[in-house]
T-cell receptor, first 115, second 115 residues
Framework: AQSVTQLGSHVSVSEGALVLLRCNYS??????LFWYVQYPNQGLQLLLK??????LVKGINGFEAEFKKSETSFHLTKPSAHMSDAAEYFC?????????????FGSGTQLTVLP | DSGVTQTPKHLITATGQRVTLRCSPR?????VYWYQQSLDQGLQFLIQ???????AKGNILERFSAQQFPDLHSELNLSSLELGDSALYFC??????????????FGEGSWLTVV
């Protein structure tokens, strides 16, 4: 069964600094990978997804992620943090095989942006 | 706005009671998913329906049940409620299935508090 591990339940960065949120996946075959963001008291919003096209995926709000098969990683980055980026971020995986149709989520990383 | 509508947004009920959470998927989406988000267990997949039929089951308790109706809306029924059932329940929808890489869109959730 596929799974994802998010390293660091809390990450703090200064406004304008690089944001790096880590995600490693475990899957027998290259999976579909997703990053979602959850703002306080809101639902989950898709930031970006990897579905086997380009390994560098660009998403909304200036975020991007790179799929690295050799490292089984799909880290999320943003060159310059903004106060509005403060939220909880979830990495998720879905199997390509068709036997598993749902998303499996990591435990989440709470991003704090310091002024 | 993801296009997925959930009602009610907030619900407070007593232990032992039964509640029904309702979800309207995005227009045209055939798959509906239910997830539970709690502090101790994170985001857990409960169940998925596709065009009225159950397709996948996750960590759903026997006290919980769901269905998808011909108009594609879905209901999650929670019975014999316990304090530990207090959580945020998300409904999500997609055009087909997650294994095809289609984006899963989430509603804003229904907050259930059991007292």
């Amino acid at each position: 069964a596929q799974s994802v591990t998010q390293l660091g339940s809390h990450v703090s960065v200064s406004e304008g600094a690089l944001v790096l949120l880590r995600c490693n996946y475990s899957s027998s075959v290259p999976p579909y990978l997703f990053w979602y963001v959850q703002y306080p008291n809101q639902g989950l919003q898709l930031l970006l997804k990897y579905t086997s096209a380009a390994t560098l995926v660009k998403g909304i709000n200036g975020f991007e992620a790179e799929f690295k098969k050799s490292e089984t990683s799909f880290h999320l980055t943003k060159p310059s943090a903004h106060m509005s980026d403060a939220a909880e971020y979830f990495c998720a995986v879905s199997d390509r095989s068709g036997s598993a149709r749902q998303l499996t989520f990591g435990s989440g990383t709470q991003l704090t942006v310091l002024p | 706005d993801s296009g997925v509508t959930q009602t009610p947004k907030h619900l407070i009920t007593a232990t032992g009671q039964r509640v029904t959470l309702r979800c309207s998927p995005r227009s045209g989406d055939l798959s509906v998913y239910w997830y539970q988000q709690s502090l101790d267990q994170g985001l857990q997949f409960l169940i998925q329906y596709y065009n009225g039929e159950e397709r996948a089951k996750g960590n759903i308790l026997e006290r919980f049940s769901a269905q998808q109706f011909p108009d594609l809306h879905s209901e999650l029924n929670l019975s014999s409620l316990e304090l530990g059932d207090s959580a945020l329940y998300f409904c999500a929808s997609s055009a087909r299935t997650a294994s095809s890489g289609n984006t899963i869109y989430f509603g804003e959730g229904s907050w259930l508090t059991v007292v």
